[in-house]
């Protein structure tokens, strides 16, 4: 299932690799996008399934578990219903993934999951539908082992969740929702070594990853996938920005995501996070003062990380603005919240501090700003934060 290189000489298992890839070209550029829809259960459910998982990404977590329940108590041995609800305990572990505490329920039900799959699959090893749950629940398990730094179960899960979605397009090619496992293996299994050169000897016995394929599987889910389809702009969206240095595409999932979600977190600070990172810093105040005031009126998601962040953009704006007094406070309060969220220093913390010693320095109080740079250099390193407060402490912003 990879692109092939130039040159290569034409074999019957190359053959069978370039004919697969004709196949998922076809289908992205199809006119008739239909092939690609298909419904997982009956009418009834397959629009509760439609509506309960926008409920998710609205966080409006009490309406998608009604409309699950319902599933499952139509359809108990249907595994959509319990894929789903295990779906709500993974947007909560998203909003905040230094927060372990929901990960014994996650994985609980990832469990029944695939026990529910599994009892499809004893009598019919190709069907369909168990395949495919049981192929993405398991990929979501791999990436919460990813988060924790597991990299070894991670890696085997990311591994069988390959086999199955791969099982999984050989019985129905044209399937766009599954291309998201198949395009997320494909992209990460060959950017995390890069990333991270360790996982190389851990990748030697896995199946080969491609990243140009990864991202093709990825856009074709994103438009045209029927379950998918949203979860693959995610991933795509963080792509994007922080993997292949394309804020503007970035952008541009972000936008669409958070005009239909306004209220999700998650796509609201990747719109300022683009805004900021493009520049648009009158377009990134509006984003993350409203941030903020959702954080002051407790919404669900707005926790004390989107606080600090927020705290930290609208401090940094002002900054930029010459508003020196005001931004200030801004910093600080973006300080001491990383002061009682943070495990380890975090650049958020380490960016505030050098940040208001500038600001001092701009105000003339050398003696404040020496004394911020000075704590920068008793944290960790952080992107050349050292070599940085050690030249603002020679020379004045």
Known sequence: ?????????????????????????????????????????????????????????????????????IIKERYPKHPAGYFLDAMIVWWKINLDQDNEEFDNEFNKKVEKVINVCDETLDTNNYNITALFFKGGVIGYRARLRIIRNDWFDAL??????????????QVAPFNHDIMLGTGLYNYFSEKFPQEYPLLKPLMVFLPKGDKRLGLFQLRASAKYARYASTESKVALMQIYYSFENSTYDALQIAQELNSK?????????????????????????????????????????????????????????????????????????????????????????????????????????????????????????????????????????
């Not at 829809?37 to 966080?59: C, F, H, K, P, R």
């Not at 085997?156 to 397009?169: F, S, V």
């Not at 900021?276 to 009158?282: A, E, F, K, S, V």
């Not at 940085?388 to 020679?394: G, S, V």
């Open 1 to 69: 299932m990879y692109i092939q290189k130039k040159n290569i000489k034409i074999n019957d298992r190359n053959f069978l690799k370039f004919f697969f890839f004709s196949i998922l070209f076809i289908s992205l550029f199809s006119p008739l996008p239909l092939f690609s829809q298909w419904a997982i259960l009956m009418n009834d459910a397959d629009s509760l399934v439609l509506e309960g998982t926008d409920n998710i990404y609205n966080l409006e977590f009490e309406k998608a578990k009604e409309k699950f329940e």
């Open 156 to 169: 085997k899960d990311a591994e069988t969740a390959l086999d199955i979605l791969q099982k999984c397009q």
């Open 261 to 397: 979600y306004p209220d999700n977190p998650y796509f609201q600070r990747y719109l300022g996070r683009c805004y900021i990172r493009m520049g648009m810093n009158d377009a990134a105040d509006v984003v993350w003062r409203d941030v903020l005031k959702k954080t002051f009126t407790r919404k669900r998601g707005y926790n004390n990380l989107v606080a600090r962040e927020s705290m930290y953009y609208v401090g940094v704006n002002l900054m930029y603005d010459q508003k020196y007094k005001e931004a200030l406070k801004f910093l600080k309060k973006s300080v001491e919240g990383s002061e009682v969220i943070d495990k380890k220093t975090s650049g958020f913390k380490i960016s505030a501090l050098l940040k208001i010693g500038n600001i001092y320095d701009k105000l003339g109080d050398r003696k404040t700003a020496l004394k911020y740079y000075n704590k920068v250099l008793e944290q960790d390193e952080w992107n050349n934060s050292h070599q940085t407060a050690k030249k603002y402490i020679k020379t004045p912003y």
